[in-house]
């Protein structure tokens, strides 16, 4: 699976939107780039995941770059519930690959959503 | 819908004892997958299941093993505990079987083992 850097932390006011970067420059044509976050104590939350459209949903939104290098993941209205940890992973979708359910996390980004 | 659920949620071993942690997926859900958490390395996957049979494996000693059963309900077990076990333990489960494009991976709250 191709590996994946974030920004160790990043701030955003209560409100706003909260736009969080993942950078995975060597990722091949059948990986996915999934999204997960970890509220403290809890165990990781599944949010989105996309190939190489942009993709919404009641919790976020994603932005993948035409090239697939790298992609945003967006919280529109930031909220004191959203502070966590979020993980960008990418990995293998379909039957190709040996990856199949496993999910690689890296450090990921501590978002921390001020009042 | 009930989520996964775990048990126990905090268990206390000592060195050299062996440890059994329980796992039940979504109603469901056939898949299983198992990830330790330590705040040196991380969460890291430790294994899968799907239909009974292991699919995937991570990089951890024989000592780490697991199983499903026929009702999608998983165990995994540590023998020979060490000091470096102390972890939180999660399971995860999902309704498509591995290598879904979807994929979509249910996290329980996890199982918070010390070893002393």
């Known amino acids: 699976d191709a590996k994946t850097t974030q920004p160790p932390s990043m701030d955003c006011a209560e409100g706003r939107a909260a736009n969080l970067p993942c950078n995975h420059s060597?990722?091949?044509?059948?990986?996915?780039v999934y999204w997960y976050r970890q509220i403290h104590s809890q165990g990781p939350q599944y949010i989105i995941h996309g190939l190489k459209n942009n993709e919404t949903n009641e919790m976020a939104s994603l932005i993948i770059t035409e090239d697939r290098k790298s992609s945003t993941l967006i919280l529109p209205h930031a909220t004191l519930r959203d502070t966590a940890v979020y993980y960008c992973?990418?990995?293998?979708?379909?039957?190709?690959?040996?990856?199949?359910?496993?999910?690689?996390f890296g450090q990921g980004t501590i978002l921390t959503v001020h009042p | 819908k009930a989520g996964v659920t775990q048990t126990p949620r905090y268990l206390i071993k000592t060195r050299g004892q062996q440890v059994t942690l329980s796992c039940s997926p979504i109603s469901g859900h056939r898949s299983v997958s198992w990830y330790q958490q330590t705040p040196g390395q991380g969460l890291q996957f430790l294994f899968e299941?799907?239909?009974?049979?292991?699919?995937n494996k991570g990089n951890f000693p024989g000592r780490f093993s697991g199983r499903q059963f026929s009702n999608s309900r998983s165990e995994m077990n540590v023998s020979t505990l060490e000091l470096g076990d102390s972890a939180l333990y999660l399971c995860a489960s999902s309704l498509d079987p591995p290598g879904s494009v979807s994929y979509e991976q249910y996290f329980g709250p996890g199982t918070r083992l010390t070893v002393t």
């Open positions: 992973i990418v990995r293998v979708g379909g039957a190709g690959g040996t990856s199949y359910g496993k999910l690689t």
């Open positions: 299941y799907f239909s009974e049979t292991q699919r």
């Open positions: 060597t990722i091949s044509g059948n990986e996915y």
